[in-house]
C-alpha cells in the first residue's frame, strides 16, 4: 500500500493532509522518515508510527480485526442517540479509520464486541447459516429452574415473529443466573427470548462470540487479532465450547487459505496437537 494511502487508511485525514504530514517530513515509520508518498508500506508489519516526535498506534492494513470488551452504556453505533458510540473508545487518529462491529450489542450490554474493516469477515461471521456460538451470562430478575432452560432450548415464539427460536444450549449457574448459548442474531435476541419465557434480563453479559472472548480484559480494554493465528484455532480447539464453534474455524480456515479443511467432526479434533 502506498504510504499516502497508507497514511488515510490509519485516520490521518484526506489525500491533501497526508500528502502534507510527508511532504513536510513529520511522518517516521518503524524508524525510518517517510518522505515519498509512493513508497510502497507493508501495512502488516509497521511496529511503529510517529508524526513529529508523537507516537501512533499502527492499525494493521489492509484488514484488522479487533476484539474490545464492551462496556455498558456505549451504543453500537456509528451515529449514537444516548450514550457515546464505542468507536469512541479508540484514540485519535483511530476513531476516524472505516470500521464495523461485527453484530452489535445493546448499550447496557457488556463483554465481547468484534471491530473489522472486512466486510467479508463480519459476512461470513454474522451469516445465519454460519451458525456461530454466541455465549450470554444472562442475570434473571425471577429465579429460575430447570425447566425454564428446557422451555429456551425447545424454542419460544418470540413478539412480532413468525417462527420460534430456540437456545443451542441454556443452563443456570445458579437460580438467578442464566448461561445462554445462541447460534442466531435476532434484534434483541436474548432479552426478548427470556421474556418469551416468563422472566427478565435485569444484566446481560457477552462472555464468547464464536471463538473469541474478552474475559481477560477490562471493560474499554481492547486489543488486535489476527484470524489467520494458530493460537486462533488452536484456543477455539482447546476451548470447552468448542461444540458449538466449528464455523469460527471455518472463517479461520476461510482467511488464511491454509487449504486446511474440517473433514471431522470437531470432537474428534479436540486434542489436536498444538501448533
Ligand atoms: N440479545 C440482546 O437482547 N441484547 C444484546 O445486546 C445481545 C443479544
Known sequence: MQLLKYLQAQG???????QTL??????????CLKTQAKEDIDGMHVHSLMIDDQPFTP??????????????????????QQYPSVFSLFP???????????GRLDADTTGVLIITNDGQFNHRTTAP?????KIYRVSLKHPADESFCNTLKRGVLLHDDHETVQAAEAELSDAHTLMLTI?????????RMVAAAGNRVEALHRTQFGSWSAEDMAPGEWRFFSPMQPQTIRHSVMNPAAKQIDFSLDIYV?????NLRLTHPIDSIINYPPY
Open 12 to 18: 490521518f485525514g484526506s489525500r491533501k493532509q497526508c
Open 22 to 31: 510527508i511532504d513536510h517530513e513529520r511522518v517516521t515509520i518503524n524508524g
Open 59 to 80: 492499525v494493521p492494513m489492509p484488514y484488522f480485526y479487533i476484539c474490545l470488551h464492551k462496556p455498558a452504556d456505549y451504543e453500537t453505533s456509528h451515529k449514537p
Open 92 to 102: 485519535e487518529p483511530m476513531r476516524h479509520i472505516d470500521m464495523q462491529a461485527v
Open 129 to 133: 447459516k454460519h451458525k456461530l456460538a
Open 183 to 191: 447460534t442466531t442474531g435476532k434484534y434483541h435476541q436474548v432479552k
Open 254 to 258: 476461510v482467511h488464511n487459505q491454509f
